[in-house]
């Protein structure tokens, strides 16, 4: 990678940033992540993959003080909006089931998950982007 004042800000090392796998933590495949502790100053960003016929687990319920955006993309590049999976995602005790592609915007303060994804056929990409330096494990 060329050298250059902002190139300490792309990050292509790994960096752990999801928990070993557990009860009530998902069991993924982490590619990239970004923190305060990667980078100074950078809010959570995790990057896995889900791949076909896996049990990937669940995230148990819970809350937090910032908002957070979690997001499964499908990789049919026949139909990108085909997720390749179904996610089960509950928000305030709704359920809500999704085999998009997809975005989820979490605010603040709301109790949401559990989160499971089955049923995956294809790999799926995931990410979450929490809005916060606080970072709970590497």
Not at 32 to 38: F, I, Q, R, T
Not at 60 to 81: C, K, L, M, S
Not at 86 to 101: F, G, I, L
Not at 111 to 117: A, E, Q, R, S
Request: charged content about 20%; glycine content about 6%.
């Amino acid at each position: 990678m060329a050298e250059g004042k902002w190139a300490h800000n792309i990050i292509t090392t790994h960096h752990r940033m999801t928990p070993p796998a557990r009860d009530g933590y998902p069991n993924l495949h982490h590619i990239l992540g970004l923190s305060d502790k990667v980078l100074t100053g950078a809010f959570i960003v995790n990057c896995c993959w889900m791949f076909a016929a896996e049990d990937p687990g669940y995230m148990a319920a819970h809350t937090h003080p910032y908002d957070e955006v979690i997001g499964f993309v499908g990789t049919n590049t026949e139909n990108v909006n085909d997720l390749g999976a179904e996610a089960e995602m509950w928000m305030d005790n709704e359920k809500y089931t999704v085999s998009q592609s997809c975005i989820m915007y979490i605010p603040k303060g709301l109790k949401h998950c559990p989160l499971t994804v089955r049923n995956i056929v294809r790999p799926v990409f995931h990410f979450d982007i929490q809005l916060t330096d606080e970072v709970k494990f590497i």
